[in-house]
């Protein structure tokens, strides 16, 4: 998320940096300890459980149910449903990051529009499923007989995109303030047109910052549980879902190491896409030089 | 007798997991198992599993907030014998042979029929499972969670099946039905509960009889439950004490009162919530029986069919392969 707003200085270093006094790393401690707990350690167990058996032996056949056509069905589930809130989240969100922006930055509603999007962006889960449920949903007497609401993607993208859209505002703002009056003058004054503008500066300065927002929205929505699971639990639509049935099974198909493999096919894919994005950052960070 | 009630007494609490206040009237008995011997009894994790309550037996074994006794799914129980301590109630001969362990490692306690639940206002009369596919229940039809999952919800299914000509070795018929039902668009794939029923967002409920019948309290008298008589399909669950028990006396003390055939017991209180009691044929010819509770139980005419432990795993093997794919 840092990395999206950030404007990454790599400017010299300053002198004394040599001189630094020999303690200096113990500052980093704490933050490399909650690293190492929270997100190597988890990590290490899930890679190191994936290929074991429930007896404790090692079993590398595990991994081979990520082939297995069931299972590619979660993960194109969860891929479809990131994808598509991700993309509809950014692009919405981009646009009234642009309208806001495009405001009196000390106007009431620039402060209302980020108020309300600190709250919305964090709304979710059980009350966010039941809200539109009592909206929308078959009973609702708005929309009777609508089961479009339970189609997968279609209605569960609808309540991703509500938490969606203001989490891509409150991110990519700043990028959009970023962008200087001036440049737009410059712009015009050498005869370019707003496609020319949009073209070569405003559209290159955003992109780097517009795709690693669209993809934290991937992020987000791919880890995403209790919303999904409070719209419908009958169905397995994404790997989360399913983790949860290999988990807790009641019916004898319980596995933990069956949720390990399916917990490591996430890894591998936030994996790649990060290193999508730090391939991308590194040939738009040319531009901002 | 009085040396056990003293034992709990002593040992002043009891762990309990994964029973729902509303689940077989669990909610009266475990106040009226207070009141009668005052043994605190400390309910972890009600909406829990019969995977979550095993789960729990492990990791939490030799702490004192281990669970003292389980109430777990059959499919669960065979598995999990190795952390059963065998115990035999004072009543365990009127338990029948095919209902309990030989060594007493589990003995079934409570059970019932799968059932369809429903709102009479709405439908009128339902009897059988394949008028579900008629137009007026649009988005109606819902199980009691995800079949791969929950127990119950793998009984829905296979209630379906058996209604439509399916035998209990294979469940195939079942999940066509479901895959028919979520074409028509009468499928409706939310979580089942007391509030969605109350609000109407879930109008027809496929789930165990005692289940339907406790949410009908307080529905008034709009809300009907029955056993389609081509497709009676039982199922019970099964008491067990964890051998490593860190409240061994109040366990077993438990476990005599659940099987007590008195007018307070736990056999007639289960009978009470709607689920048919282990020792109810026994009572029923002693006499001891709740005989209102047992008329207010759904009627069942016919054969009922159990599930065998292979039938059970044949059908969530299907399930797993098929089920996402049929209703998606």
Not at chain 1, 158 to 181: C, E, N, S, T
Not at chain 2, 106 to 121: F, P, R, V
Not at chain 2, 136 to 158: I, R, S
């Amino acid at each position: 998320m840092a990395a999206v707003a950030a404007t990454n200085t790599t400017g010299a270093r300053p002198e004394r940096a040599g001189r630094r006094p020999p303690l200096a790393w113990l500052g980093t401690v704490p933050f490399l300890g909650y690293v190492g707990v929270f997100l190597l350690l988890p990590t290490a167990i899930v890679i190191w459980n994936s290929v074991r058996n429930t007896t404790g032996g090692f079993a590398f056949a595990n991994l081979k149910v990520l082939g297995n056509s069931a299972v590619r069905t979660y993960f194109v589930g969860s891929v479809e449903l990131s994808a598509l809130s991700a993309v509809i989240g950014a692009v919405l969100g981009a646009i009234l990051a642009y309208a806001i922006a495009a405001g009196n930055p000390d106007g009431i509603v620039r402060r209302i529009s980020l108020a309300g999007s600190g709250v919305l962006a964090q709304f979710g889960g059980v009350t966010l499923a039941f809200a539109f449920f009592a909206a929308l949903g078959p009973t609702s007497g708005f929309l009777l007989h609508a089961s479009w609401y339970y189609d997968f993607p279609g209605g569960i993208t609808l309540i991703y995109a509500y938490f969606q859209i203001p989490l891509m505002v409150l991110v990519f703002l700043p990028a959009v303030d970023g962008l200087k009056v001036q440049w737009r003058e410059a712009s015009e004054s050498l005869g370019g047109s707003a496609w020319h503008y949009w073209r070569y500066v405003g559209g290159p300065l955003l992109a780097p910052a517009f795709i690693g927002a669209t993809l934290l929205l991937f992020a987000n929505a791919l880890s995403a549980y209790a919303t999904i699971q409070a719209w419908e639990n009958q169905i397995a639509y994404t790997v989360p879902q399913q983790i949860y049935i290999a988990i807790n099974s009641e019916v004898g198909l319980s596995n933990v190491n069956y949720a390990d493999v399916l917990a490591l096919g996430m890894v591998v894919l936030v994996a790649i896409i990060m290193t999508g994005y730090a391939l991308l950052q590194r040939r738009a960070a040319r531009w901002l030089r | 007798m009085a040396k056990l009630i003293a034992a709990a007494k002593a040992e002043g609490k009891l762990n309990v997991i994964a029973l729902p206040p509303t689940w077989a009237n669990y909610g009266n008995i475990i106040k009226d198992f207070t009141k009668k011997y005052g043994i605190t009894v400390n309910s972890a994790n009600p909406d829990g599993s019969s995977q979550d309550e095993v789960d729990a037996v492990k990791s939490e074994n030799g702490t004192s907030k281990a669970p003292d006794v389980l109430d777990v799914g059959m499919a669960v129980a065979l598995v999990s014998t190795s952390l059963f301590a065998p115990y035999k109630v004072s009543t365990w001969a009127d338990i029948p042979a095919a209902q309990k362990d030989p060594a007493g490692l589990w003995y079934q306690d409570y059970g019932g029929y799968m059932s369809i639940g429903y709102n009479s206002a709405k439908f009128g009369t339902i009897t059988s499972v394949s008028q579900l596919l008629g137009s007026k229940f649009k988005n109606a039809v819902a199980l009691n969670g995800n079949p791969t999952e929950a127990n119950a919800a793998l009984n829905g299914v296979m209630m379906s099946n058996l209604a439509e000509g399916g035998t209990a070795s294979s469940i195939a018929k079942g999940v066509a039905f479901f895959h028919k039902l979520k074409q028509v668009g009468n499928f409706n794939p939310v979580q089942a509960t007391e509030a969605t029923i109350k609000t109407g967002a879930t109008p027809v409920v496929i789930n165990w009889d005692y289940l339907n019948t406790a949410t009908a309290v307080g529905q008034g008298s709009t809300w009907k439950v029955v056993v389609p008589s081509n497709a009676i399909l039982g199922g019970y669950y099964a008491q067990a004490i964890n051998k490593n028990a860190p409240d061994p006396a109040a366990a077993r003390l438990w476990e005599e009162f659940l099987y007590s055939q008195a007018a307070t017991g736990g056999q007639n209180l289960w009978l009470q919530g709607g689920a048919r009691p282990v020792e109810m044929t026994a009572m029923t010819s002693a006499g001891t029986i709740d005989k209102m509770a047992a008329e207010a139980l759904p009627p069942v005419s016919g054969t009922p069919v159990f599930l065998t432990p292979a039938q059970a795993t044949g059908a969530a093997t299907y399930l797993s392969a098929n089920w996402a794919k049929a209703v998606s």
